[in-house]
C-alpha cells in the first residue's frame, strides 16, 4: 500500500477486539481493520464538517462546473 506510515500504540483490550471483529468480518489482520476504522471515522466527521458549512460540500461541483464553464467559452 502506498502512503504515509503511522506508529499507534493501542491498549491491548482495543487491539484485542479489532483482532476479534477482523477475523468476524474476514478481514484480513487488525492493522487492516484499524486502517479500515480510521477511513470510516474521517469520513464521518468529513460529513459532519460538510453538514456544518454546506457550501463546502459542493465546492468541487462548483470547480467542476466553472471548469466546464471555461470549456464552454473556447468552443
Not at 491498549?11 to 479489532?18: G, K, R, S, Y
Not at 453538514?51 to 462548483?62: E, K, S
Request: aromatic share 6%; net charge negative; glycine share 6%.
Amino acid at each position: 500500500m502506498a502512503g504515509k506510515a503511522l506508529r499507534v500504540e493501542l491498549p491491548d483490550e482495543l487491539w484485542a477486539e479489532l483482532r476479534e471483529v477482523s477475523h468476524a468480518l474476514g478481514i484480513s489482520s487488525a492493522g487492516e481493520a484499524a486502517v479500515i476504522a480510521i477511513a470510516q471515522w474521517t469520513a464521518q466527521r468529513r460529513a459532519e464538517l460538510d453538514d456544518r458549512d454546506p457550501a463546502q460540500r459542493y465546492f468541487v461541483n462548483q470547480a467542476l462546473d466553472e471548469l466546464a464553464a471555461g470549456a464552454d467559452k473556447k468552443k
